[in-house]
């Protein structure tokens, strides 16, 4: 079964001498135990620890079991380990629309469930945002929309991928006869940007994953975010 949520679209802006997009959130508990992380992409970024940017190595594990934290986990290409940190820039890619998949790591500490909580609308340049758990991408999905917060209950969950989608170009929309859009109309992309389902229908049949989309609705463009399990 195919499922959809619809997420509010970004103004696209022109962009700063220096590009550099942020989105912050925080991750925490029920007792309100609370950490700031904060992922987004800048033309200055490398691969590596980007100390002008922000970015600063911790200690590559968590504190002591009974207390909340909470850390971003990437592969530090020119180093060839992973590392740690609290904010995680990546480098500006040459494509209008593309996605990053950003790990982060989490220990609840005294706490029996993880609370993440975002600010929206979304910041200029990211179409959506959505935290998937690392196992299998479908125990956990929690679209950074309007509710600004979200809970995971599972308590065996532990690494969690925050999948950003970021679009610097306008909206290619498809168009049906005499130029005009479609009355109803389904574009679906994968993760890397490639056009994968283009119909008035949502395709009964496809690869388990997730899928960023725009439907034609009500005289609009809208992005969907779609979830084959």
């Known amino acids: 079964m195919w499922r959809h949520t619809v997420i509010s679209l970004s103004i696209v802006c022109t962009a700063a001498a220096q590009l550099r997009v942020e989105l912050p959130f925080t991750v925490g508990n029920e007792l309100g135990e609370r950490i700031r992380l904060v992922v987004g992409v800048d033309e200055r970024a490398t691969d590596g620890i980007d100390t002008a940017l922000g970015e ?10 009974d207390i909340f934290h909470a850390a971003l986990r990437f592969y530090d290409s020119i180093e060839g380990e992973w590392k740690w940190s609290y904010v995680d820039f990546r480098p500006l890619r040459r494509q209008d629309t593309f996605a990053v998949a950003y790990r982060f790591v989490v220990q609840r500490g005294r706490g029996r469930t993880i609370v993440l909580q975002w600010n929206h609308p979304l910041p200029e340049h990211v ?37 950003v989608w970021y679009r610097f170009g306008p909206v290619s929309v498809p168009e049906g006869r005499e130029g005009l859009p479609l009355a109803r109309r389904i574009v679906l992309y994968d993760l890397t940007g490639r056009l994968c389902w283009a119909g008035d229908v949502v395709p009964e049949r496809g690869a388990s994953g997730v899928y960023v989309g725009f439907i034609w609705e009500e005289g609009r463009w809208r992005p969907l975010l779609w979830v084959r399990p």
């Open 56 to 65: 600063r190595e911790i200690p590559p594990f968590h504190p002591p079991q």
């Open 127 to 163: 179409d959506s945002a959505v935290v998937s758990d690392r196992i299998t991408g479908t125990l956990v999905r929690i679209p950074f929309g309007e509710q600004q917060q979200g809970v995971i209950t599972n308590e065996f969950l532990e690494e969690f991928v925050l999948t």
